[in-house]
């Protein structure tokens, strides 16, 4: 019997517990490696549950210290501890054998990803990296729409994600998570990644990064809390400006994607959960997801992983990717320093 192992347990360590369980259904052995060894069960609404341990609740082999997870010799590894330690946990795993799926962002850092790199390649590793986003058919659709060139020219974009930090865990101390502490990868860039990813995934590498923001709000923390990010793209594809603003202040959660061309334009809202297009000789687009629960896209993203390590295919969002994208996060941070705007220089 295989064996999966993951490397904390947080929300979305036990999140990805609950989908594996389901997909797995007992025909693989799962542990889990604990640090911190919190007594929390945290369902899907993210509510606490005091007093039980996750590995009490899943039913998972508990291991305390990484060598001995490591000998346990885990066929594949989930990697969903701190952000700023994803790259340092992949490679151990990597250096064992194991197959690994990193929860979004790949790290706050490049330090080691070569190692990494060579790693997955030479021992020929299935790797993939958590920006479920990808997998959520309204932003399928407004990809479609403009890769299609359903759009026309595309002229401007707009990605935004806003939401209060302390109601995100209500569980937890927000002062005390690692989205509130520098050391551990956390502030908006990070954390919220998915729109530049996102961004990646429908336009490309953009030509230049223009950040501006920082630490505005009274939210206790080291790290920066609201950000507006300028791309501009220049190839053959794509010759336009693309903004994303990120931030951990708004009380009431808002999250959308607007992107507007020569012949139409298209708005997906994801909190509603619906998508309108309007495009020049074609009858207006509606669509509402209703259905489409939160949970649909981690399944089908670990599904589509699990896959992946049977039939050794590339994975849909390779370390490839998630590399590129950790480092359009690094250059919004350098512009952020700088205030000036940084250009790519080898992409």
Same mark, same amino acid.
């Given at each position: 019997?295989?064996?999966?192992?993951?490397?904390?347990?947080?929300?979305?360590?036990?999140?990805?517990?609950?989908?594996?369980?389901?997909?797995?259904?007992?025909?693989?052995?799962?542990?889990?490696?604990?640090?911190?060894?919190?007594?929390?069960?945290?369902?899907?609404?993210?509510?606490?549950?005091? !007093?039980?341990?996750?590995?009490?609740?899943?039913?998972?082999?508990?291991?305390?210290?990484?060598?001995?997870?490591?000998?346990?010799?885990?066929?594949?590894?989930?990697?969903?501890?701190?952000?700023?330690?994803?790259?340092?946990?992949?490679?151990?795993?990597?250096?064992?054998?194991?197959?690994?799926?990193?929860?979004?962002?790949?790290?706050?850092?490049?330090?080691?990803?070569?190692?990494?790199?060579?790693?997955?390649?030479?021992?020929?590793?299935?790797?993939?990296?958590?920006?479920?986003?990808?997998?959520?058919?309204?932003?399928?659709?407004?990809?479609?729409?403009?890769?299609?060139?359903?759009?026309?020219?595309?002229?401007?974009?707009?990605?935004?994600?806003?939401?209060?930090?302390?109601?995100?865990?209500?569980?937890?101390?927000?002062?005390?998570?690692?989205?509130?502490?520098?050391?551990?990868?956390?502030?908006?860039?990070?954390?919220?990644?998915?729109?530049?990813?996102?961004?990646?995934?429908?336009? !490309?590498?953009?030509?230049?990064?223009?950040?501006?923001?920082?630490?505005?709000?009274?939210?206790?923390?080291?790290?920066?809390?609201?950000?507006?990010?300028?791309?501009?793209?220049?190839?053959?594809?794509?010759?336009?400006?693309?903004?994303?603003?990120?931030?951990?202040?708004?009380?009431?959660?808002?999250?959308?994607?607007?992107?507007?061309?020569?012949?139409?334009?298209?708005?997906?809202?994801?909190?509603?959960?619906?998508?309108?297009?309007?495009?020049?000789?074609?009858?207006?687009?509606?669509?509402?997801?209703?259905?489409?629960?939160?949970?649909?896209?981690?399944?089908?993203?670990?599904?589509?992983?699990?896959?992946?390590?049977?039939?050794?295919?590339?994975?849909?969002?390779?370390?490839?990717? !998630?590399?590129?994208?950790?480092?359009?996060?690094?250059?919004?941070?350098?512009?952020?320093?700088?205030?000036?705007?940084?250009?790519?220089? !080898?992409?």
């Amino acid at each position: 019997m295989k064996k999966l192992l993951i490397c904390g347990l947080g929300s979305i360590g036990q999140r990805h517990v609950r989908q594996i369980k389901k997909l797995t259904n007992g025909t693989m052995q799962l542990g889990a490696l604990r640090l911190r060894n919190q007594k929390i069960v945290i369902n899907d609404k993210l509510e606490g549950i005091k !007093g039980k341990t996750p590995e009490e609740q899943y039913k998972l082999k508990l291991f305390t210290e990484v060598e001995a997870a490591i000998e346990w010799h885990p066929d594949i590894v989930f990697i969903t501890n701190p952000i700023s330690m994803h790259i340092d946990t992949a490679i151990v795993a990597a250096k064992a054998g194991g197959n690994i799926f990193i929860e979004k962002p790949l790290d706050c850092s490049t330090k080691r990803l070569d190692e990494l790199e060579n790693l997955v390649e030479k021992k020929n590793l299935t790797c993939m990296i958590g920006y479920q986003l990808r997998y959520h058919p309204g932003y399928k659709k407004v990809r479609e729409l403009v890769l299609e060139g359903h759009l026309g020219k595309i002229t401007y974009a707009d990605l935004h994600f806003g939401e209060w930090l302390p109601g995100m865990h209500p569980y937890e101390d927000y002062r005390i998570s690692h989205a509130a502490k520098k050391d551990q990868g956390g502030g908006v860039i990070f954390c919220l990644s998915h729109k530049i990813d996102l961004a990646y995934w429908i336009f !490309g590498f953009p030509f230049s990064v223009y950040a501006v923001g920082g630490k505005l709000s009274e939210l206790e923390m080291d790290v920066e809390d609201s950000v507006d990010i300028l791309f501009e793209y220049k190839n053959n594809n794509f010759n336009f400006p693309l903004h994303i603003h990120l931030d951990f202040i708004q009380r009431k959660k808002k999250c959308f994607i607007n992107v507007v061309g020569e012949k139409g334009s298209v708005f997906f809202d994801y909190c509603s959960n619906n998508l309108s297009a309007k495009i020049s000789n074609k009858k207006d687009l509606n669509i509402s997801y209703d259905d489409f629960q939160r949970n649909d896209m981690f399944l089908m993203e670990i599904k589509d992983f699990l896959s992946c390590c049977e039939s050794k295919r590339i994975t849909p969002i390779p370390l490839n990717e !998630g590399s590129d994208v950790l480092k359009i996060c690094l250059l919004a941070h350098k512009s952020l320093i700088s205030n000036k705007k940084e250009i790519f220089d !080898g992409k």
